[in-house]
């Protein structure tokens, strides 16, 4: 029998179907770089979620707030909020130019209710008030901040309101 060139069988050398060390290291690199990358961005969405949910307990305070000064009597005297037991000043008599006056610092828990100590609070409400005068609206600057104990609050929301004690 002969053997021809094309009926012989060719023999090569079998690399076998993987990785090799270089690849696999990289891949390794990469991967890594991409978890950190992540789990540092996770906290970062952790924080925002808390600023934000604190923003909008404290907003919902200023909600209620609002409420409570309005449902107080109007009255040509000096009357109090019933949930948060504000003092709205007697409105000012016509002619005379009334200066605005904060109200006592009043400390909330988590749930906006008034706290028993400021140690117990999680929220502070500082509210600002110039009456008006017979004809004029009584406006009050009212803001809740977090902690209440801070120097500098880490956060807070203000909002204007205006009473009609006429």
């Known amino acids: 029998m002969i053997i021809t060139p094309s009926s012989a069988r ?5 690399r076998p179907e993987a990785f090799t060390l270089v690849e696999v290291t990289l891949a390794l690199g990469i ?10 961005l996770l906290n970062v969405g952790v924080a925002a979620s808390a600023a ?3 923003q909008t307990v404290a907003t ?3 909600s209620s707030v609002a ?4 449902a107080a009597n109007r009255s040509t005297a000096a009357v109090s909020t019933t949930v948060y037991g504000l003092a709205i000043p007697a409105p000012a008599q016509a002619g005379a130019s009334p200066s605005a006056s904060a109200l006592p610092v009043v400390y909330l ?5 008034v706290s028993a100590s400021a140690a117990q609070a999680h929220y502070r409400l500082n509210v600002w008030m110039k009456p008006g005068t017979d004809r004029q609206a009584t406006f009050s600057r009212v803001m809740v901040s977090w902690p209440p104990l801070a120097a500098t609050p880490a956060g807070a929301v203000e909002t204007l309101v205006a009473l009609d004690r006429n």
């Open 109 to 113: 828990d988590a749930s906006g209710q």
């Open 52 to 54: 934000s949910f604190e």
């Open 31 to 40: 991967a890594v770089f991409c978890l950190v990358t992540i789990f540092g």
């Open 60 to 62: 919902n305070i200023l």
């Open 67 to 70: 409420a409570d000064l309005r």
């Open 10 to 14: 060719r023999v090569t050398a079998s």
